[in-house]
């Protein structure tokens, strides 16, 4: 019996090429965008990895720092230090803003991390790919490689110049922003001491008020200008355990002595990708979606006019006595090679191109399986159009005219 099927791809093999090729690069792009959200994830979970927090401690009936705003009192971290179980209790701060490197701004997220040392005080990067670790009380900055900035570039962060002492590698925010690590004093007044212009107008206004003028309030004006400037907050209090501590214990704790609120790791990780991600998410499952139905809408419109190209061969086929389910077989056949092409170059695509997208790119190995099998089934459902058409094919039009 004559394969129709692979004779007709041989004979048109340049139209088989060109919309193998169309259909790949919807396919590429179907798995970047399957992709972006598994990057989505995977920064949302390299944050509370690279953070090296068994709880985070933020303000009570808050989400925490990375969901909404948090602000504690810099003080706070000594009370839970003597909660029994507590191993570790280090503030951080974390603002993200645009930082100037020449005439160049890099949007990023600052963190300042409390004086100590990597691998003991939370929050601290974890590991450096060159360079130091902080060791100045002011003035020193660890980024990542993200930033595109080099060992000894100096970068400013309001009103004042830091020079890149490390570099490290995949510390982001959960949107994908690099950190730039900065002493906690330097972060502090970054993001909550006023400049000194607002200082000033702060004071007029504090004159201004009578009742600051009364003589039987002596030094009130200094006691209130005083308490604006030298309270100082953090957004959130990085707590690591003994070992063997239940954390469930810990945060019970914290949040009945202390009234703040406390998360654990499971906690933080289901507000980050079960709520702040969770837009994202439905996003992306629209449009792979709408690329699923546009690629099917392809496949099904070249093989059904592949198929009217060959009504008389088909006919032919019928009248000699050929099975149907061999036709429909052959159809099908065109169909899948059509699907194995497009998926060769969306996989290719997809690889070369993930590296240059702005946001990370994670594509897993089973993602591109799931990917071929859906792949092959839009084929196969794509063809019954064709199919159904074809054996409605008369074998009297072999004969006629």
Avoid at 158 to 176: D, E, F, H, I, P
Wanted: hydrophobic share 45%.
């Amino acid at each position: 019996m004559i394969n129709l099927a692979s004779r007709d791809i041989l004979h048109s093999w340049g139209k088989f090429i060109f919309t193998g090729m169309g259909l790949g690069l919807l396919i590429g792009v179907t798995l970047v965008m399957a992709g972006v959200y598994r990057g989505l994830v995977s920064d949302g979970k390299s944050l509370l990895d690279n953070s090296g927090a068994d709880i985070w401690v933020v303000q009570q009936d808050t989400l925490g720092p990375y969901a909404e705003p948090s602000s504690l009192n810099d003080d706070v971290y000594r009370g839970i230090l003597g909660i029994p179980g507590v191993e570790q209790a280090s503030n951080i701060t974390y603002l993200t803003m645009q930082v100037r490197h020449h005439d160049k701004d890099i949007r990023v997220m600052v963190v300042g991390i409390a004086p100590g040392m990597a691998g003991k005080t939370p929050g601290w990067p974890p590991f450096l790919v060159a360079g130091r670790h902080i060791t100045r009380s002011h003035y020193e900055t660890v980024v990542d490689i993200a930033t595109g900035l080099q060992l000894g570039d100096k970068i400013t962060l309001r009103r004042n110049q830091y020079t890149v002492v490390g570099l490290t590698r995949r510390m982001v925010s959960s949107g994908g922003d690099p950190m730039v690590f900065i002493p906690l004093k330097d972060a502090q007044e970054a993001q909550f001491l006023k400049n000194n212009e607002a200082i000033w107008l702060d004071r007029r206004k504090t004159q201004a008020n009578p009742e600051f003028n009364r003589p039987n309030v002596p030094g009130l004006l200094d006691a209130v200008l005083a308490s604006k400037t030298s309270n100082l907050s953090v957004n959130s209090v990085l707590v690591t355990l003994k070992e063997g501590i239940d954390p469930a214990r810990v945060i019970n704790t914290i949040e009945r002595w202390k009234y703040l609120t406390a998360y654990g790791r499971a906690d933080m990780e289901e507000i980050l990708v079960g709520k702040m991600i969770a837009t994202s998410a439905r996003q992306i499952a629209m449009f792979l979606v709408i690329l699923a139905v546009v690629s099917a809408a392809i496949v099904a419109f070249i093989i059904y006019t592949l198929t009217m190209d060959k009504i008389r061969e088909i006919a032919v086929l019928k009248l000699i006595g050929t099975r149907n389910l061999t036709i429909a077989a052959m159809i099908v056949q065109q169909s899948v090679v059509l699907g194995i092409i497009g998926f060769v170059v969306g996989k290719i695509t997809s690889s070369f191109s993930a590296p240059y997208f702005p946001k990370y790119v994670l594509i897993m190995p089973e993602d591109s399986v799931m990917g071929f099998v859906a792949v092959m089934v839009i084929c196969v459902l794509a063809s019954l159009v064709a199919i159904r058409m074809a054996l409605q094919v008369d074998p009297a039009d072999a004969v006629g005219g």
